[in-house]
């Protein structure tokens, strides 16, 4: 599934106007320069922590680089990357992830993720997760994730 997002510099504007605005599943055109899509949210006690999964595909002519994340439900939203080494499972933050041009990003269980420190509420299949990415060209994307069960 794919999730169209719009820029949050175009939600003033739409805001001021009075229409309401969501991503919504749609194909994404070669025009959308980042796009999030296969995005979710595991399921989670209030004051946890959980983790979220995405992808992001830069659909642009230039690299761009991923410098931050906020989520509604969380006190904190870091990117951090799991990894083994040694045959111990080890977890780094990731400040800055750098997407090429015309390629994807994905994070899933078990490599890089969103850690959705402090959660406000629980987080119960169903329940939806918004978050708003932060890209180095000073893009910002709203992106609205549901929550499963993994």
Known sequence: MRLRCVPLFSLAAVAASGTALACTPSAATPMERLVVRSGWARLADSGATSGAYLEIANNDTAAVTLVGITADVATAAEVHESMQHE???????????PIAAGSVLS?????LHVMLVGLRRALAVGDQVSLRLRFSNGTEVAAVVPVNAP
């Not at 111990?88 to 400040?95: C, G, L, N, Q, S």
């Not at 994070?107 to 490599?111: A, D, S, T």
């Open 107 to 111: 994070m899933q269980p078990g490599g």
């Open 87 to 97: 045959g111990m499972a080890h977890m780094i933050a990731r400040t800055e992830l």
